[in-house]
Nanobody, 117 residues
Framework: QVELVESGGGSVQPGGSLRLSCSVSGSVFSVGVNAWYRQTPGKQREFVASMSRDGNPRYADFVKGRFTISRDNAKNTVYLQMNSLKPEDTAVYYC???????????WGKGTLVTVSS
C-alpha cells in the first residue's frame, strides 16, 4: 500500500555529516506521519525523528541540535540531515510512516550508517 525506500547511508568519521533520503510511493494520502528510527544489534529499535502532515517536527533528545528532518512534497521524499555524527550514532536507520505517530504501519528495509575513525 505504501512503499518506503531509504538511501544515503555509508561510513563517515566522527564529526562528519550524512543525509538520508526516504522515497515514499503508493497510497501516500493515508500517511499522517513520517518518521526515522534506528536500531543497533542487541538493542530495541528507537525513535529518532518524525514529521506530521502539517510539517511539525519532533526529535529524540539525543539528536536535538544535530539532526534535522525535512520533507519535499513535490518529490514525495523525506530527509534526515545528520551532522556532528558520533560513533554511538552507528546503526541501521529505518524510514517509517503511518496514519498516526503511535501507528507506524509501513517500514523501509533500512540503510546502514557507520561512524568510526
Amino acid at each position: 500500500q505504501v512503499e518506503l525506500v531509504e538511501s544515503g547511508g555509508g561510513s563517515v568519521q566522527p564529526g562528519g555529516s550524512l543525509r538520508l533520503s526516504c522515497s515514499v510511493s503508493g497510497s501516500v494520502f493515508s500517511v499522517g506521519v513520517n518518521a526515522w528510527y534506528r536500531q543497533t544489534p542487541g538493542k530495541q529499535r528507537e525513535f529518532v525523528a518524525s514529521m506530521s502532515r502539517d510539517g511539525n517536527p519532533r526529535y529524540a533528545d539525543f539528536v536535538k541540535g544535530r539532526f534535522t528532518i525535512s520533507r519535499d512534497n513535490a518529490k514525495n521524499t523525506v530527509y534526515l540531515q545528520m551532522n556532528s555524527l558520533k560513533p554511538e550514532d552507528t546503526a541501521v536507520y529505518y524510514c517509517a510512516a503511518g496514519p498516526f505517530s503511535y501507528s507506524m504501519d509501513y517500514w523501509g528495509k533500512g540503510t546502514l550508517v557507520t561512524v568510526s575513525s
